[in-house]
């Protein structure tokens, strides 16, 4: 199976800040790589899919990038919707594996 | 709107069995793939297992082969999945999600779930 890492595994920030997770992949994945965010108690929601492809409805404050074994979700200007936890997801090579997660915590 | 609701969790004994239903609207049901993710209390997400739109083609994960079965009924809009032998590390949300991929034919999955349902709570405990 491939493995997803993702760092950091937390991150505290600002409001208006940016911020970048990195998502590792054990092997090359193409860009076959989505990003979901997810809220607590809440199911994860979809925002990037084939590492930068932005999902209708999803501001634009978020982009990822990436190729290969590295991908990036950034978010350019953090709003106090965006803490959440977000998960990388490789969808190159069967089965299907995610990253551990990243939270984004207020500063 | 696509709704997918999910019902069936509940507490249950190791190595007893449960069922999972999920209910869908608002979308071609029958032009999707579906599958279900797991993810354990604090823990990350986990796929589980998809089942093709037309309920032909079902894979699994290693954790769970022999012991779930995905299926569904196109007729009804509803997806299940039968779990057997359950053991404490089964404890988890289980979420249906829909596979974005719309499928006219053939085997297809992108892996991109872009709808989920609520969750419902399966607790393996004696």
């Known amino acids: 199976d491939i493995q997803m890492t993702q760092s950091p595994s937390s991150v505290s920030s600002s409001v208006g800040d940016r911020v970048s997770i990195t998502c590792r992949a054990s092997?090359?994945?193409?860009?076959?790589l989505a990003w979901y965010q997810q809220k607590p108690g809440k199911a994860p929601n979809l925002l990037i899919s084939a590492a930068s492809s932005l999902q209708s409805g999803v501001p634009s404050r978020f982009s990822g990038s990436g190729s290969g074994t590295d991908f990036t979700l950034t978010i350019s200007s953090l709003q106090p919707e965006d803490f959440a936890t977000y998960f990388c997801q490789q969808v190159n090579s069967f089965p299907w594996t995610f990253g551990q997660g990243t939270k984004v915590e207020i500063k | 709107q696509v709704q997918l609701v999910e019902s069936g969790g509940s507490v249950v004994q190791p190595g007893k069995s449960l069922s999972l239903s999920c209910a869908a609207s608002?979308?071609?049901?029958?032009?999707?793939?579906l599958h279900w993710v797991r993810q354990a209390p604090g823990k990350g997400l986990e796929w589980v297992a998809v089942i093709s739109f037309d309920g032909t083609n079902k894979y699994y994960a290693d954790s769970v082969k022999g012991r779930f079965t995905i299926s569904r009924d196109n007729s009804k809009n509803t997806l299940f999945l039968q779990m057997s032998s359950l053991r404490a590390e089964d404890t988890a949300v289980y979420y249906c999600a829909r596979d974005s991929s719309f499928c006219s034919g053939g085997t297809c999955y992108s892996g991109y779930f872009d709808y989920w349902g609520q969750g419902t709570l399966v607790t393996v405990s004696s």
């Open positions: 092997q090359g994945i193409s860009r076959g």
């Open positions: 608002g979308f071609p049901f029958r032009s999707h793939a």
